[in-house]
């Protein structure tokens, strides 16, 4: 079974902190993917990567950095969180081919304080 | 730039009653389309999708939806929800020459009473 694993299910971290979002799949997709789910506004494009050593800013990249150092491993970094970043963030991951679709993970809640 | 709505914040439905759930999307060029659904507490999961062809299309547990190029609209629905279907769904849209991306609408809640 396919799968796209995120560290961590809760994250509790204090404003300013630097904060790692690790999202890993075992699938040799291209396309790796991480949003943000907000109540009411759905899903949130923050970055977006092609290929290894790629990335794009997608709507909302502010405030977020991303690292795409190995195929199956894209990783979303909070350089000073803030409380405005509280959220649930999802990475996903499709082929090349993205008829298909996106495989999304479990997801991340994180809670600024 | 792209987007894509949703008629409906939250609908509540009783079991066996009819669902139809709107999604209406603003880009003029080919798309692909998709409904993606998320029970509580799991992650979102692909229901069903549309890229060619016949503009009805059938998707898992008994769902279905209906690409009207005319109206730019892929409407979800189902004849008769059950208590399961209790979730939020997404309609997503990834136009041709957009590249890999998909645009999600802010989602519909649905609540299925016993």
């Known amino acids: 079974d396919v799968k796209v694993t995120q560290s961590s299910r809760y994250l509790v971290k204090r404003t300013g902190e630097k904060v790692f979002l690790e999202c890993v799949q075992d699938m040799d997709h291209e396309n790796m993917f991480w949003y943000r789910q907000d109540p009411g506004l759905g899903l949130r494009l923050i970055y977006f990567s092609y290929d290894v050593k790629m990335k794009e800013k997608g709507d909302i990249p502010e405030g977020y950095s991303v690292s795409r150092e190995k195929k199956e491993r894209f990783s979303l970094i909070l350089e000073s969180a803030s409380t405005n970043q509280t959220s649930m963030y999802l990475c996903?991951?499709?082929?090349?081919?993205?008829?298909?679709?996106?495989?999304f993970g479990s997801g991340t809640r994180l809670t600024v304080v | 730039a792209q987007s894509v709505s949703q008629h409906n914040h939250h609908v509540i439905l009783s079991e066996a009653a009819s669902l139809e759930l709107g999604c209406n999307y603003s880009y003029g060029g080919t798309v692909n389309l998709f409904w993606y659904v998320q029970y509580p507490g799991q992650h979102l999961q692909l229901l069903l999708k549309y890229f060619s062809g016949d503009p009805l299309v059938k998707g898992i547990k008994g769902f279905e939806a209906e690409f009207i190029k005319s109206k730019f609209s892929f409407n979800l629905r189902k004849p008769s929800v059950q208590w399961s279907d209790t979730a939020e769904y997404f309609c997503?849209?990834?136009?041709?020459?957009?590249?890999?991306?998909?645009?999600f609408g802010p989602g519909t809640r649905l609540s299925v009473l016993p």
């Open positions: 996903a991951s499709s082929q090349l081919d993205k008829d298909y679709g996106y495989t």
């Open positions: 997503a849209v990834n136009a041709h020459n957009y590249g890999q991306n998909f645009v």
